[in-house]
C-alpha cells in the first residue's frame, strides 16, 4: 500500500483553509496534517457540529484527508519551564504568568484529544517541552539528578494528559527535536523508560532535526521501529565551513553563514532512499507529511518541489528478491 502524501498546514499559517486546501490539492498532495494553532478551533470541533460539518466538506471540496492534527505550540507549554518567548504560544491574557499557561496548556491537550476522537483522527504530532533543556551543556555542572528529576516531571505533567488520550483512542507522536526533553536517539530512549514504554507514546519521525546533530535517522528508524507513529518529510543541509558550527552562533535560520539551515528536499544531507527502505522493512504504511521549511525558497514553489520529490521517492517495496529466477528447488 502506497504511502499518503500531506503537507503540515503551520507554515501557511496566513493562509486562509480553503485557500491552503485549494493549492495543495492542485498540486497533488492527498492531505493535510492540520496545525491547531493556525487551521483548526478545538473548542469548536467540540462544541459546534457544525463547524465540524464545515471544515470535513472543505476537506472533500478539494479531495483531502487528514491523518494527523499537530499540536506542537501547545505541547511545548506543557513542559518548559516558562520564559518570555513561550508567551507567544499561548493567549495573551496570559502573558507572563507562567502557571496559567502550563494550565492552559494541559487542559488544552486534552481537548485536542478529543477534538481528534470527534473528528476520527488517530494521531496528533506534537512537542512534549522540557524542564531541563538549558542544561544540555553540562557547565556549570549538571549532576544526573537534576535529569532524573527533569525526565519524571516530564512524566508527572503528561501521564493525566496521557490518560485522556487512550480513553480517546489517539495516539501522541512526539517529534524528537532539540528544546524537548527527548532530542538525540540516548535522551529518546531514555523517555520511553521514563514512561515504561507506554503505548500511547511514539514518534513523529523528522530526520532533519537529527543529521546536524550527526545521528543516523536509519538506525533511529530501526531501532524504535514500533514507535514511528507518523513521519515528517523535511531535509537539512550542514555547512562547517571552519567559522560556522553546529550550535547556530544565534544566527537566524536562512542565513547562508549558519553551519546548518533547514531546506526544500532534496536540497540538504538527509538520506531519503535510506529512509523510504527502512520505513518499507518496519512495514510503516502512514502518510509522509511534508514540513516545508526554507527561508531561502519561496514556499509556492517549494511546496511543489516537495510533492515531487517525495512522490518520486515514494517507492513501495519488492514482493519478490531480485535473484529468485535463478534459485533452486
Known amino acids: 500500500m502506497k504511502r499518503p502524501i500531506t503537507i503540515?498546514?503551520?507554515q501557511f499559517g496566513d493562509m486562509p483553509l480553503d485557500e491552503l486546501c485549494k493549492m495543495v490539492s492542485s498540486i497533488g498532495y492527498e492531505g493535510i496534517e492540520v496545525a491547531c494553532h493556525s487551521h483548526l478551533d478545538v473548542h469548536k470541533v467540540i462544541r459546534e457540529d457544525s463547524y465540524v460539518s464545515d471544515f470535513k466538506a472543505t476537506l472533500s471540496k478539494y479531495n483531502l484527508k487528514v491523518w494527523a492534527l499537530g499540536a506542537h505550540l501547545i505541547g511545548q507549554c506543557v513542559g518548559d519551564n516558562w520564559d518570555p518567548r513561550l508567551d507567544n504560544f499561548a493567549p495573551s491574557?496570559?502573558?507572563?504568568?507562567?502557571?496559567?499557561?502550563?494550565?492552559?496548556?494541559?487542559?488544552?491537550?486534552?481537548?485536542v484529544a478529543r477534538a481528534a476522537e470527534k473528528l476520527g483522527i488517530h494521531i496528533v504530532t506534537?512537542?512534549?517541552?522540557?524542564?531541563?533543556?538549558?542544561?544540555?551543556?553540562?557547565?556549570?555542572?549538571?549532576?544526573q539528578t537534576m535529569v532524573e528529576e527533569g525526565f519524571w516531571k516530564i512524566k508527572e505533567l503528561w501521564t493525566p494528559i496521557f490518560d485522556v488520550f487512550d480513553q480517546c483512542n489517539v495516539k501522541f507522536a512526539l517529534?524528537?527535536?532539540?528544546?524537548?526533553?527527548?532530542?538525540?536517539?540516548?535522551?529518546?530512549e531514555k523517555l520511553f523508560k521514563t514512561f515504561d514504554y507506554r503505548p500511547t507514546l511514539g514518534l513523529n519521525f523528522d530526520p532533519s532535526h537529527l543529521v546536524w546533530q550527526g545521528i543516523d535517522p536509519c538506525i533511529f528508524i530501526r531501532d524504535?521501529?514500533?514507535?514511528?507513529?507518523?513521519?515528517?518529510?523535511?531535509?537539512?543541509?550542514v555547512k562547517l565551513d571552519g567559522k560556522a558550527g553546529i550550535l547556530g552562533s544565534h544566527i537566524e535560520f536562512g542565513d547562508t553563514r549558519r553551519g546548518w539551515n533547514f531546506v526544500s528536499l532534496g536540497h540538504g544531507n538527509v538520506?531519503?532512499?535510506?529512509?523510504?527502505?527502512?520505513?518499507?522493512?518496519?512495514?510503516y504504511h502512514g502518510p509522509l507529511s511534508v514540513e516545508w521549511e526554507d527561508s531561502g525558497?519561496?514556499?509556492?514553489?517549494?511546496?511543489?518541489?516537495?510533492?515531487?520529490?517525495?512522490?518520486?521517492?515514494?517507492?513501495?517495496?519488492?514482493?519478490?528478491?531480485?535473484?529468485?529466477?535463478?534459485?533452486?528447488?
Open 224 to 237: 524504535f521501529a514500533d514507535r514511528i507513529y507518523h513521519v515528517h518529510m523535511k531535509d537539512v543541509k
Open 93 to 111: 491574557d496570559l502573558s507572563g504568568k507562567p502557571d496559567e499557561i502550563r494550565a492552559w496548556a494541559i487542559e488544552e491537550m486534552k481537548t
Open 297 to 329: 525558497m519561496e514556499r509556492t514553489f517549494g511546496a511543489r518541489e516537495a510533492f515531487e520529490f517525495t512522490k518520486k521517492i515514494n517507492f513501495e517495496p519488492s514482493e519478490v528478491s531480485f535473484d529468485s529466477a535463478l534459485k533452486l528447488d
Open 175 to 188: 517529534e524528537v527535536h532539540p528544546t524537548e526533553i527527548a532530542f538525540d536517539y540516548y535522551t529518546t
Open 8 to 10: 503540515t498546514t503551520g
Open 271 to 283: 538520506d531519503f532512499d535510506g529512509i523510504i527502505r527502512e520505513l518499507n522493512q518496519i512495514g
Open 126 to 143: 506534537c512537542f512534549l517541552g522540557s524542564p531541563i533543556w538549558p542544561y544540555w551543556y553540562s557547565f556549570p555542572q549538571t549532576p
